[in-house]
């Protein structure tokens, strides 16, 4: 077999190859045939192909180099062999034949007689032109054409066809006039070639397509009927088989584009005709017609076949026909159709499940049973098309709609639907959330996409969305007018609580550097994942910022988008530090927003609305820049002096809102921004420039401000324009009160503060006498309620300047003090001391419960859809008048007013007396009581935390007032200075982050002030004493008892504030940071951002913190700790932790008593000797007696969780590991290990004592006299752990466990053992009965015959006896029935004496 060449191989191989080939003689597999030569002419086409010869390659008859290239020799034409050229036909008539110029045309050219040619004259008409036809006029009458054919040529060939008034049928069939040329013979279809009768008996009318057009009008029927006869003839003479192979002969002759021509036309003219036959046929519907008509097969290669409805099926009933001629219509589907009839009839729902929430175009909930009319647009949806509205997952596949409409349509009504939930409308009749629904479903990035979308509807409509979600409404509206307040500037960030554990540790860095520095694992984390924590993160990392700056930059949106962008920048920049700066260093963003929207020259606006904001003043944008400056002393810096802002607020500023060109309430709002805007500024010390330039405008202002409130409706826009500018002021005079320290960095801020000097206090000196007759002012309608709460924040503005005035006078260095103090004294007498006598003022002391949230948590309740990935205030649905932040709320003036008076009474020490009589208030009273009454802690929300900082600020100058009338005058009713001290100690443990200040004031002057402590003057000692004899029955020495204890306590009270300072000390950058923002010293101010509050600043067990910092410095080091520093620490909080335990009980209502039981633990974990310290022991033990108290030890629960514990089971043994190691017998030591072993508590303690340390019931002497608490709560109820019964019998048995040893445990075994011998409960598994025989036959054989007598003769518990327990003298007739039982059993032996 001969090989296939491989590759590879070269051309001597191919040769081999073939020459092996033709010596082998094989057939080969394929056969050569050559054509012949068309030269060659007729005699080529008769010879054969040849069959043998083979075609050879041979090398050697080929030269060795390529031919030359010369030219080719010219190529003489051939004809075809088919087609020779006759030899003798005559040239001239072969070009006269075939010439085909336009002059031999028009030589041939046969004129056409038109003799017998009617002529149509056009109908004249009384219009100047014709009637223009339109195609929505209505065409039924006239016929219908096959082909897309224009409107034009369908009127035209209507109109020849009306002419020559013929037959339906034939004006069908006329439409098409044939060419002059065209065939003689027909084209038949295929239905007539399959359904053609016999050719004998098929009747010819006419000739169809030859009609003698174009001859004389006597010839022409004549001629065509002559043909017609000759063809009819002919075929008739013909069998039906050749007039078929005829016509196949035909077929494949002709074209096949032109046959498919023919066959077209011929199915539209059969169309045609049955279509003008059922129009004639009477009583028949048209919409029957037209459906069948709809549904008609139109190709021609397909057999046409009858489309009758099928009897079962009913017609679709359509409540309009289509019409063909209608856009669109040519082709009607019925199944599409369907949408146009009648909606089913709704479906009542007879059960109680659930149903499809389905929305309006507005957002509203639409009841499952509502009937609503079809053309408000809600219905036609995909499912329950009965039911109107639209459904989330709809309007989730509508936003992805092809058309622009439906998807801007979409976006609106979800902004709709989440402003409504976001309000609380839904309630209770949605289950789960809607906010929730849509963010899993992806809403945030599909609002992120539709933002590129190119039509700018669309983007509109996701604009609205996104503030719609990110904008709580009424949360702005609350920021704003309490912009005014004590601290009303400062705000916490509104940004999730619950964040990772790569963001905890950011919370130690300063705010600056945690602005600066990312974590790469948050940078390298998908917006995804980052949103389903942080949305406003999430969005941030989808290129938001410069999206919206190229929409307000290009797409030049309309005013209502311009809005929706503002707001939402506005809201990023109040989420945090990191989000501002990334909104003030996205490029050309806040250049845009103050080019085109914060402009110095505008056009002047109309009343109506405008067209666009572009080169118009914005108030937002204002805000917006404020709200930046807010997040950090840095950013304001750069907004000031990189961006021109002081033109602009001079150009706002200097020009009444009345004289802009703006509206009077839009000019009013950017007049009140722009004041808020310099004041934040001035609260870092900056644009102080401004004053002087301004100093004019400002005073004009102000002496404006009395005769507005004196206008009889107070304008609320006038009202906050007025509290901003006050607030301005006090900003500016708190300025002129400090001097400006050196700074020697290089920052923008720092040549800021550089360049522009500070404010004199000769420039502020001449406000006061302008404002204090607007506080007179406002202060005459103090009687009349509803006209004080129209006021708004004015009255607190002023009381705040006055604060700040004289705070400011009394620290300039080169005047006299007696100016300032002469001048208190006549504020104070001829304003203040009658303000605090005025019953008004009692009615608002008296409502401080009402408005309490503290007293009233219900009011900082979560809003119904609340984000956990979204903070915000919850204030969609407002606030009743009766609230903190509410109209009528008494907690901004009081503060106000407080904050006033304690500058006073620090000032001049002499009306302190005077001024404290305000917290001798029934109101202030009651509402102390109420704060220190033991309350569950709150949960902390965004709004709970805003609220309560403005609460506690009252509660801290309510108190510092009090301690300084306490240092200053006679001493106070031992009431109120318990009362003010339990009030100081809540307030300790409740304070918030950014309050650091407050707390470190609280525990320098209050806390531990010895004025707040009446007990230790009023035999308060003495009381402890009487108490402990009366509770514990024993007399023992009263120089060692708690009453000792607790005078100590007293005298030590300046070392133990010591030891909390230093021991409870915060951060120290948040402590500067603090007392810089309370103490007004404004170049030290870092920023007006808090830090997000997720727990208030100290534990709520701060009192044992100092225990527990050296318990874990001790565990940190190996080696020790001083003993001095040791000792020390722990005796300060052991005696401060008996003073509360003591005297304020409800300073640690807060922590559980197995806290307090752990904390106490943590003193002998410190090391080998501290417990040792008698101060220590004695401090320990009073603490261990009060823990053991009835009423406290039965709240004692060992497995609940513990803060700062794994748990307590793991601390225990910890416990009795050190106990074995260094108790060396310690009874005190031992009586804490006792305590958690209780019968209630869990088998898992005492099996650790007797499993794994049994070495420790050796040391464990504490006598039954000695133990804290009865003997029966390690007795009763009987044990039934059978592996702890086990181990207490071996304990006894192998003598671990003896009287003299261990008393307490040993009495506690005897107990349990006795117990489980003799148990005889039918309901034992058989397991426990095996156990039970098995020790009772072991106690029966037991040698130690006092160990025996003891389990067998036990009665009960006694710890007055030496054993701890009484014995029955003999067994009692029970169990020596029982004995006897066993006896015969075989499981007791005989012979043994039952005594």
């Known amino acids: 077999m001969l090989s296939r060449p491989k590759p590879g191989e070269s051309e001597v191989d191919l040769l081999r190859f073939q020459s092996q080939f033709l010596a082998a003689g094989a057939t080969p597999a394929v056969q050569l045939v050559k054509k012949g030569s068309r030269r060659a002419g007729d005699a080529n086409l008769e010879q054969p192909p040849l069959q043998d010869h083979r075609d050879v390659v041979m090398l050697d008859s080929l030269p060795d180099l390529p031919p030359a290239l010369v030219p080719a020799p010219p190529k003489r034409a051939r004809p075809s062999p088919g087609h020779l050229l006759p030899e003798h036909e005559d040239p001239e008539e072969r070009l006269h034949r075939h010439d085909q110029h336009i002059t031999a045309v028009l030589t041939k050219i046969i004129e056409r007689d038109t003799s017998s040619m009617p002529v149509n004259l056009p109908v004249s008409s009384g219009v100047a032109f014709p009637p223009v036809f339109h195609r929505s006029q209505g065409r039924q009458g006239k016929p219908v054409t096959a082909g897309k054919r224009s409107i034009f040529a369908q009127e035209i060939a209507a109109r020849r066809a009306s002419g020559a008034k013929v037959s339906p049928v034939r004006e069908v069939e006329s439409i098409l006039d044939p060419p002059e040329s065209a065939m003689t013979c027909e084209a038949l279809t295929p239905r007539e070639w399959g359904s053609q009768p016999p050719w004998n008996s098929y009747s010819f009318q006419g000739p169809h397509l030859v009609t003698g057009k174009g001859l004389k009008s006597q010839e022409a029927e004549q001629e065509a009927q002559t043909i017609h006869e000759e063809n009819v003839a002919r075929l008739q003479a013909l069998a039906p088989e050749e007039i078929l192979q005829e016509q196949q002969r035909l077929l494949a002759q002709l074209d096949p584009s032109l046959v498919a021509f023919l066959k077209s036309h011929s199915c539209t003219r059969e169309q045609a005709e049955e279509k003008a036959t059922r129009e004639q046929r009477p009583g028949r519907p048209s919409a029957e017609v037209i459906g069948k008509e709809a549904i008609a097969p139109t190709s021609a290669s397909v057999p046409r076949q009858e489309n009758e409805l099928e009897p079962e099926t009913p017609a679709l009933a359509l409540p309009v026909t289509p019409q063909k001629e209608w856009l669109h219509m040519d082709t009607v589907e019925l199944e599409k159709l369907h949408w146009t009839q009648d909606l089913p009839p709704l479906r009542r729902q007879q059960t109680q499940e659930r149903m499809q929430a389905r929305f309006s175009l507005q957002g509203e909930l639409l009841a499952p049973d509502i009937d609503l009319p079809t053309h408000l647009g809600l219905h036609h949806h995909g499912e329950e098309a009965e039911r109107a509205g639209y459904s989330l997952q709809e309007l989730f596949h509508l936003t992805r709609s092809q058309v622009s409409q439906q998807r801007a349509l979409a976006l609106h009504v979800l902004a709709q639907v989440i402003g409504r939930a976001q309000a609380g409308e839904f309630g209770d009749r949605l289950v789960g959330s809607v906010l929730h629904l849509l963010l899993d479903a992806g809403f945030l990035f599909l609002l992120r996409f539709s933002l590129d979308d190119r039509v700018d509807g669309v983007i509109a409509a996701a604009v609205r969305a996104l503030r719609a979600l990110l904008v709580a409404p009424g949360d702005e509206e609350l920021l704003d007018s309490t912009f005014s307040w004590y601290h009303g500037a400062l705000m916490f960030a509104l940004m999730p609580s619950q964040e990772d554990k790569e963001d905890e540790d950011e919370d130690e860095a300063p705010p600056a550097e945690k602005a600066k520095t990312k974590s790469p694992e948050e940078g390298n984390r998908p917006p995804s994942d980052l949103a389903r924590h942080d949305i406003i993160k999430g969005l941030l990392a989808t290129n938001l910022l410069p999206r919206l700056r190229y929409v307000l930059e290009v797409t030049c949106p309309g005013p209502s988008v311009v809005l929706d962008i503002l707001t939402v920048l506005i809201r990023l920049a109040r989420h945090s530090l990191e989000s501002a700066t990334r909104v003030l260093e996205c490029p050309r963003l806040v250049e845009t927003v103050v080019r085109e929207f914060l402009p110095t020259s505008w056009s002047p606006m109309g009343s109506g609305p405008t067209s666009s904001l572009h080169r118009v003043p914005c108030a937002p944008a204002m805000k917006l820049l404020r709200v930046l400056a807010s997040a950090s002393r840095n950013i304001a810096a750069r907004l000031l002096s990189g961006f021109d802002l002081r033109s602009r607020l001079s150009r706002f500023i200097a020009e009444d809102p009345q004289d802009l060109a703006l509206p009077l309430e839009e000019a009013e709002t950017l007049s009140t921004e722009a004041f808020r805007l310099w004041a934040v500024a001035a609260s870092y010390g900056l644009g102080s420039d401004l004053y002087r330039e301004l100093y004019p405008v400002l005073m004009q202002a102000l002496q404006d401000v009395p005769k507005e409130l004196s206008s009889p409706p107070p304008r609320p826009l006038a009202l906050q324009r007025i509290a901003s500018l006050l607030t301005l002021l006090t900003q500016l005079t708190l300025a002129a009160g400090h001097i400006a320290p050196e700074n020697h960095s290089h920052s923008a801020e720092a040549s800021l503060l550089a360049g522009s000097s500070s404010v004199t206090w000769t420039q502020v000196s001449g406000l006061q006498p302008l404002v204090e007759p607007c506080l007179r002012q406002t202060l005459k309608l103090l009687p009349r309620p509803e006209m004080w709460s129209a006021l708004g924040p004015v009255p607190t503005a002023c009381l705040l300047f006055l604060d700040a005035y004289y705070q400011a006078w009394s620290q300039q260095p080169g005047l006299c003090p007696e100016d300032w103090l002469q001048d208190m004294e006549r504020l104070s007498e001829g304003l203040l001391l009658p303000l605090l006598k005025h019953p008004s003022l009692g009615s608002l002391w008296d409502s401080l419960g009402c408005c309490s949230p503290l007293c009233n948590p219900q009011s900082c309740a979560v809003a119904p859809e609340t984000i956990s990935s979204l903070a915000s205030l919850g204030c969609a649905g407002g606030h009743p008048p009766l609230s903190l932040a509410g109209s009528a709320s008494p907690f901004p003036f009081l503060t106000a007013l407080l904050s006033l008076l304690n500058t006073l009474s620090r000032i001049h020490k002499g009306l302190c007396g005077q001024l404290a009589t305000v917290l001798a208030a029934p109101g202030l009273q009651d509402y102390f009581l109420r704060c220190v009454a033991p309350m569950a802690a709150l949960h902390l929300t965004p709004f709970s935390a805003w609220a309560l900082r403005h609460e506690y600020h009252l509660q801290y100058l309510a108190l510092t007032l009090a301690q300084r009338a306490a240092t200053l005058q006679p001493p106070m009713s031992g009431t109120d200075a318990a009362l003010c001290h339990g009030m100081a100690l809540a307030l300790l443990g409740r304070l918030l982050p950014g309050s650091e200040h407050l707390a470190h004031e609280l525990m320098l002057s209050c806390v531990f002030r010895l004025e707040f402590l009446p007990e230790r003057a009023s035999g308060g000692p003495e ?337 007055a006896l030496p054993e701890g327990f009484e014995l029955y003298p003999q067994l009692p007739p029970l169990r020596q029935q029982y004995l006897q039982k066993l006896r015969i059993s075989g499981v007791l032996p005989n012979g043994v004496s039952d005594t």
């Open 1023 to 1359: 009381a402890a004493d009487f108490s402990d004899r009366l509770s514990l029955g024993s007399g023992g020495d009263l120089g060692c008892g708690r009453g000792a204890l607790l005078a100590q306590a007293c005298q030590d009270l300046p070392s133990i504030r010591s030891c909390y300072l230093t021991h409870c000390s915060l951060a120290r950058a948040s402590l500067l940071a603090s007392q810089a923002l309370y103490r007004g010293e404004l170049q030290r101010v870092p920023a007006l951002l808090l830090p997000v509050p997720k727990e208030p600043l100290l534990p709520t067990d701060w009192p044992f913190l100092p225990l527990i910092q050296l318990y874990h410095r001790a565990s940190d080091t190996p080696s020790g700790l001083p003993p001095a520093d040791t000792v020390g620490t722990a005796l300060r909080a052991l005696q401060w932790v008996l003073v509360l335990e003591s005297w304020r009980p409800r300073a640690l209502w807060a922590v559980s008593p197995a806290a307090r039981l752990a904390r106490l633990m943590c003193v002998f974990l410190v090391d080998s000797e501290l417990f040792r310290e008698t101060p220590i022991q004695r401090l320990v033990a009073a603490l261990l007696a009060r823990l053991c108290q009835p009423e406290v030890l039965s709240n004692l629960n060992l497995d609940c969780p513990l803060p700062g514990l794994t748990s307590f089971p793991d601390l225990y043994a910890n416990f009795l590991e050190h106990f074995e190691a260094v108790s060396f017998g310690d009874h005190l030591f031992g009586a804490l290990i006792l305590l958690p072993l209780q019968r209630r508590f869990s088998v898992t303690l005492r099996l650790a004592l007797f499993g794994e340390h049994v070495g420790a019931l050796r040391a464990l002497g504490l006598p039954l006299t000695q133990l804290p608490v009865s003997l029966e709560c390690y007795t009763a109820p009987p044990e039934d752990n059978l592996a702890l019964l086990q181990l207490y019998f071996r304990a006894l048995v192998t003598g671990a466990l003896r009287p003299r040893w261990c008393p307490v445990l040993y009495a506690v075994a005897v107990a349990h053992v006795n117990s489980f011998i003799f148990s005889q409960d039918p309901n034992n598994s058989d397991e426990i009965k095996a156990a039970c025989r098995s020790m009772l036959q072991k106690t029966w054989l037991l040698t130690d015959e006092g160990l025996r007598q003891h389990l067998l003769h036990y009665k009960l518990p006694n710890s």
